[in-house]
Each structure stands twice: as C-alpha cells, then as structure tokens.
C-alpha cells in the first residue's frame, strides 16, 4: 500500500534547500510513497505515516525540538525521524526531543538518487557531493565526525545535473581529494553551468594543475574561490593558492580567505593572517570558532582571547568591513599595519583614504 512521506525542515534561516529530504523524497518515492515538503510547522495536505526531520548546525535545536512536538502531538500514529548536522553531533541531546529515531551520519540508501528539486521549483542550483568525507583532522570540523574518512569519490557528476538550472552547486568538504577530480573537471568545462565549490577548497592541494582546471570552467562569480587559513602554518600554502590562482585567470579579489578565529590562535595570529591576506590581494572572511557541540552560538570565549576582542572583530566586519568580510583595500591594510597590535587595529577609528 502506498504511504505518505512527510518531509520537515524546521524554522531555521538556511540559504539552501534540505537536499537531504530532497533526496529521501526521490527515495521513497522510487518506491512507490507520495512525499511533501514542508517548511516548519503547519498542516500537511494529506495524513503521513511516517515523518522525517532534517536538522542544521547545533545551535538551531530549538526550531528542531518545536517541529518534532509538532508533529508528534498531530500524528502520533506516525513513525518519527531526525537526521542532519545537529542529530548526528548530538544525538543525545536530539533524542530528548522525543523523536522516535535518531539517524546519524549519511543516509547510505538514498546516496546515489538525484534529489527531487521539484518539491522546490523556484531553486535555481544543483546540489551535488562528488565525494563524501576527509581525511584531514581539523579539530574544529565536524565533518570527521559526520562524513568519517574521505570516502565515496564518483567519477562522474552528470547525472545530478537538473537540466533547468544554471548552476552547479558542490558540497563536497574536501572536493580536491577525489582521485576523479580531473574527470570531473573535464565534464564540467563540456556542462559549461556556472560552478560554486560552496564547502571551500584545500588550499594545500591546489597545485599548477588543479589551478590551471579551476581557471577553464566557468565560476560563479558571486561564490568566487573559498579557501581557508586556519593557522599560520599554512601560511605558504594559502599564498601559494592564490598566486596559482591568479595566474589562471581567477582574480585575487574572487578569492575568499576564510580566517579562523577564537580557536587555538591569538589575536595577535590572526591579525597577522588577516594582514597576510590582504597583502596578497584577496579576501578575508573571518570565522569566529564554535565549539562542535554548542548550543547557543557566540558563547564560547577561547582561552586566548576576551570579549571585547571577539566583539570589536564583528564590529570592525561591519564598520570597516564590506558585508563581514575585509577586502584588500588599502586604507584597511594601511590601518591593520599602522596599528601595534591587535587592540590597537581593531580600534575602529575611521580610516582614512578608504578605497
Ligand atoms: S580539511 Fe576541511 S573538511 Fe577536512 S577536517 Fe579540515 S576543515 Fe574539515
């Protein structure tokens, strides 16, 4: 007998769609069950019989828990499932939710199906994962945690392309790992849809190669090239990157540089790498560091820095900054390397000559 398959993203803010119901509703649908999408809490069109939850980052279990109660309280008749970032970091915690079923990591059975984005006609972008995982151990990522080693690596990515988007949209975490890469890169330049590796790029694998493929197809514009610096050892790798870049036609300025922060560091290390990438012409992206398991996000103070410092880097990413991120414009570098030391370059007076 066919069932009805209640797919629910909780009321949390997300850019993107819940491609992991998506898939599920390609899923069971593959099997014969009706499915519906719903944003929230509201009244499905049809009675389910069963209902799957997705969750984000662990500091919106709130809007989780208020679905699951929702839901459960409507249709307790109805077999209850959470899964996604939140329930796979904490399934404790998301067990007192009162869900019946915890789903942790990747849902393996649904992996290879194509994500009904007809349950979201109005998205204009084709989430794919050409591989799972990483086998870097940052200890700040949950991906380890989530995704395990770098594991799952397709040869090909073609099939997840929806024919009416213009975009392709990777969520790999460490997409220049897959030993398959150059195939994919070639696809890519034949697809010819605009490209966003939206998890960022190791910066540390971005070879002459790599660079040379990254700079023949086409990249969207508004993602640019993310990579990250997390500690100053990574310091010759990152410039590496970019140079590499930018003698493949991706301009420094498309380059974003994401700069942990509050993590191991100090202040003083991450002005220092925050002046390193202006200096090299791109982008900074602060990145204040949550602790995996938070709760409530923008509590955590490292040992090595106070309030006041955390408070005036968000304050200088809005005063001084464009949009939370610092470009390499002139009077911001001139400002960073006039200033002794963190405090005094976070000071937030107005620089002068701004770009
Ligand atoms: S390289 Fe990236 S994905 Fe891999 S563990 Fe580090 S932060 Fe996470």
New binding site residues.
């Given amino acids: 007998m066919s069932k009805h398959i209640l797919l629910v993203e909780p009321d949390y803010y997300s850019q993107y769609p819940p491609i992991g119901l998506l898939k599920l509703s390609t899923y069971f649908k593959n099997k014969g069950y009706t499915t519906e999408l719903i944003k929230g809490c509201k009244f499905p069109g049809k009675k389910p019989d069963s209902i799957f939850i997705t969750s984000l980052f662990t500091w919106t279990w709130k809007p989780v828990w208020k679905a699951v109660k929702y839901y459960k309280m409507w249709y307790p008749q109805a077999e209850t499932w959470l899964g996604g970032i939140y329930a796979s970091v904490l399934p404790e915690h998301a067990k007192l939710s009162g869900v019946d079923h915890i789903c942790q990591g990747v849902f393996a059975d649904a992996e290879e199906v194509v994500p009904d984005y007809s349950l979201k006609p109005d998205w204009d972008g084709s989430i794919i994962f050409s591989s799972r995982g990483?086998?870097?151990?940052?200890g700040?990522?949950?991906?380890?945690m989530i995704e395990g080693k770098f594991n799952s690596a397709r040869s090909s990515i073609k099939k997840y392309v929806w024919p009416s988007h213009s975009r392709i949209i990777f969520f790999d975490?460490?997409f220049l790992w897959n030993p398959h890469k150059d195939e994919i890169f070639e696809e890519l330049r034949e697809i010819g849809k605009r490209v966003d590796f939206n998890?960022?790029l190791?910066a540390r694998l971005i070879t002459d190669e790599t660079a040379r493929n990254l700079g023949e197809i086409p990249l969207d514009d508004k993602a640019g090239i993310r990579i990250?610096y997390?500690t100053n050892e990574q310091k010759k790798a990152v410039e590496n990157a970019i140079q590499r870049l930018s003698e493949n036609n991706i301009s420094k300025r498309k380059v974003f540089v994401y700069t942990l922060f509050n993590y191991n560091d100090t202040p003083e290390s991450f002005l220092e790498r925050v002046l390193d990438i202006l200096h090299w012409g791109a982008v900074c992206y602060p990145m204040r560091y949550e602790p995996l398991v938070t709760l409530e996000k923008n509590q955590y103070i490292s040992p090595n820095w106070t309030k006041q410092q955390l408070e005036a880097v968000q304050k200088a990413r809005r005063v001084i900054g464009f949009n939370g991120i610092f470009p390499p414009y002139k009077a911001l570098i001139n400002k960073f390397e006039r200033a002794g030391n963190f405090d005094e370059a976070f000071e937030l007076r107005e620089p002068k000559g701004a770009e």
């Fill in positions: 990483c086998n870097r151990k940052c700040f990522c949950a991906v380890p975490n460490n998890q960022g190791d990250a997390d």
